[in-house]
Nanobody, 124 residues
Framework: QVQLVESGGGLVQAGGSLRLSCAAS????????MGWFRQAPGKEREFVAG????????YYADSVKGRFTISRDNAKNTVYLEMNSLKPEDTAVYYC?????????????????WGQGTQVTVSS
């Protein structure tokens, strides 16, 4: 079992930046593919970014490509989401998630471990 705790959310103006962190505890973190998802009010949860066990492979939703960067530090059991050039449509609750699958997946159903979420609000 893995416990995930997100932090770093908040209120920011459009064009600004935030860095989300997700600290993991429990089973071996380095064997878990990690992802970030988000859910805006009235919308379904959507994939944002994913990163492989080693951190060498990443994958992004088209809506955030070039603006967001996912990374991980396996020594610190932490995954990050650096968000730049934020837009009002990025406003959502952001969740980190983990799966023991071997490859990055964009489907939330394939992730077994979830954090409680952190709110990101981007004002125009």
């Amino acid at each position: 079992q893995v416990q995930l705790v997100e932090s770093g959310g908040g209120l920011v103006q459009a064009g600004g930046s935030l860095r989300l962190s997700c600290a993991a505890s429990g089973r071996t973190f380095s064997n878990i593919v990690m992802g970030w998802f988000r859910q805006a009010p009235g919308k379904e949860r959507e994939f944002v970014a994913g990163i492989s066990w080693s951190g060498r492979s990443t994958y992004y939703a088209d809506s955030v490509k070039g603006r967001f960067t996912i990374s991980r530090d396996n020594a610190k059991n932490t995954v990050y989401l650096e968000m730049n050039s934020l837009k009002p449509e990025d406003t959502a609750v952001y969740y980190c998630a983990g799966t023991p699958k071997m490859t990055i997946t964009t489907s939330s159903n394939r992730y077994e471990y979830w954090g409680q979420g952190t709110q990101v609000t981007v004002s125009s």
